[in-house]
């Protein structure tokens, strides 16, 4: 007998070229305006005096979350990432100061990072959703962090680390939403797939209804 919920010979419609193409996604905290342009500035003139064109093109970004992810599940990532980001408080981010990853970048150094990691720690429960196959796993940033220049050159890390590791740079703001970016795979630019406001709601309470009554 057939379960009465169950219906057969239902046509599957076959997924067309755009539900299927691969975008690059980024989930970020972006600094306000003035100091977004103060470290775009900063960027430019890094750029200009060690011959690294590609630090000034870069916008300045705190990295939470790294994935690749087809078109067709754009709409459900982000209705679940927007649930956890409303939920998620309002918080000062302060910067102060330089760091590296040696041999080959030079980031900005972020001073809180605890908020952060923890907002990073709501996000994990995504990750299946994320994941795009078993090679291609969605990546969690955990050392937060805003680069000024990366993919340096041996003599760029070292004549511009001797430089910033003794310049000062103090700035703070206010992370009040989060940006997920995307490009199409192999392509550069990245767009605004959807703003994710942090609100401090209230997580809203389910229950399981009965099937039977």
């Not at 193409?21 to 060690?50: C, G, R, V, W």
């Not at 030079?106 to 923890?118: A, F, S």
Request: proline residues 7%; aromatic residues 10%; hydrophobic residues 40%.
């Amino acid at each position: 007998m057939q379960h009465p919920f169950i219906i057969d010979n239902i046509p599957q419609q076959p997924f067309n070229e755009y539900q299927l193409a691969l975008n690059d996604y980024l989930l970020i905290i972006q600094p306000h305006e003035d100091l977004y342009n103060k470290i775009m500035s900063l960027k430019k003139s890094f750029a200009e005096t060690y011959d690294c064109s590609a630090a000034m093109y870069s916008k300045p970004h705190i990295t939470l979350l790294r994935f690749m992810q087809c078109n067709m599940q754009e709409a459900k990532i982000v209705q679940q990432l927007t649930k956890i980001a409303e939920t998620m408080q309002p918080f000062s981010i302060a910067l102060n100061g330089f760091g590296s990853f040696p041999t080959h970048t030079i980031y900005v150094n972020v001073e809180t990072k605890n908020n952060i990691v923890q907002l990073v720690k709501q996000l994990k429960p995504t990750q299946a959703l994320l994941k795009l196959d078993k090679e291609r796993k969605p990546h969690f940033i955990t050392e937060p962090h805003l680069t000024v220049a990366r993919k340096l050159l041996p003599w760029q890390y070292e004549k511009a680390w001797l430089q910033y590791s003794n310049t000062p740079f103090t700035a703070s703001f206010m992370a009040s939403k989060l940006l997920l970016l995307k490009r199409q795979e192999d392509s550069k630019g990245y767009t605004i797939a959807a703003t994710l406001p942090l609100l401090n709601k209230q997580p809203a309470i389910t229950t399981q209804a009965s099937l039977f009554t």
